[in-house]
């Protein structure tokens, strides 16, 4: 009897164990897939530019010019 | 009619006693065990095989999003680089309406000039906030420009000053009015007081 709760505590013992690690690594997958860090230098760079440009304004000007 | 389960799981115990005493579930149990310990231990020495392998995905997934940001930026440059060809003989007006300079002689003479074809006579002409050698202040700075403030006193009769702050306004440099005051002297003649502001942009354009 003594011999099969040994077993049955190592059974368990093993399972919590596998599902700890599995669960440990598999955060740090995730962690790792996740955590990309981007140069503060190349953000500046990737902020989005307006190309458009207000035209009227420059028209007015000539305008006055005349 | 009732069920007898106690009978039913009575035999089953003794079944699954049975069972455990034959020599394949004791093999199995060690099989068992065996596979656990084995996805133990597979784990650990995956792991860090894992960790890299999940960050470089992870940077591939980056870069090509930096990648279609970059490529959506060069598109917008080169359509800003197209309108800026477009407007190029334009850009002339906007240095006449706001130059990189102060530029305070040529705008002062021109002021005296359209006093003279307006036929008013300016008793006295005032700029504050004059920025040294064309160095923008923090004080007159807002959003790139630098202000320059001016008060021009000047006195004619009314058709007269009407047509100075009218020309003053229609001036190829932009010049803001914030107040016109016109009041009648004691010799019968009308006198204007005109305060506003020039701006010019001292940053860089980059064209």
Redesign the interface.
């Known amino acids: 009897m003594r011999k099969k709760g040994i077993d049955h505590d190592l059974i368990i013992v093993l399972t919590t164990t596998l599902i700890t690690l599995a669960t440990w690594v598999g955060f740090e997958v995730y962690r790792a897939y996740t955590k990309v860090t981007i140069p503060e230098v190349l953000q500046k760079h990737l902020q989005p530019l307006n190309p458009t440009l207000d035209t009227k304004v420059l028209d007015r000007l000539e305008q006055r010019d005349k | 009619m009732a069920l007898d389960y106690k009978s039913s799981l009575s035999r089953y115990r003794k079944f699954l006693t049975a069972a455990?005493q034959q020599p394949l579930w004791q093999a199995s149990?060690v099989l068992?065990?065996s596979l656990?310990?084995l996805?133990?231990l597979l784990?650990?020495v995956?792991?860090p095989t894992?960790?890299?392998i999940?960050?470089l995905?992870?940077?591939i997934?980056?870069q090509q999003q930096?990648a279609q940001?970059?490529d959506?930026?060069i598109a917008?440059?080169q359509?800003?680089q197209t309108?800026?060809n477009s407007?190029q003989p334009?850009?002339a007006?906007?240095d006449?309406?706001l130059p990189t300079t102060a530029d305070l002689g040529i705008w002062a003479q021109t002021v005296e000039t359209i006093a003279s074809g307006s036929g008013v006579v300016i008793t006295a002409f005032t700029l504050s906030n004059i920025p040294l050698s064309n160095i923008a202040t923090s004080a007159g700075q807002t959003l790139n420009l630098t202000k320059i403030d001016f008060n021009i006193s000047a006195s004619g009769d009314y058709a007269q000053l009407v047509n100075f702050v009218d020309t003053l306004e229609?001036?190829?440099r932009l010049a803001i009015l914030t107040s016109v005051q016109i009041s009648r002297q004691i010799d019968g003649r009308l006198s204007l007081v005109a305060v506003g502001d020039v701006n010019f942009a001292y940053a860089q354009k980059g064209y």
């Open positions: 455990r149990f068992i065990l656990i310990l996805t133990v784990l650990l995956l792991r894992l960790i890299t999940s960050s995905l992870g940077q997934n980056s930096i940001k970059l959506a930026k917008s440059l359509q800003a309108l800026l407007i334009k850009l007006h906007l006449n309406g229609k001036l190829p």
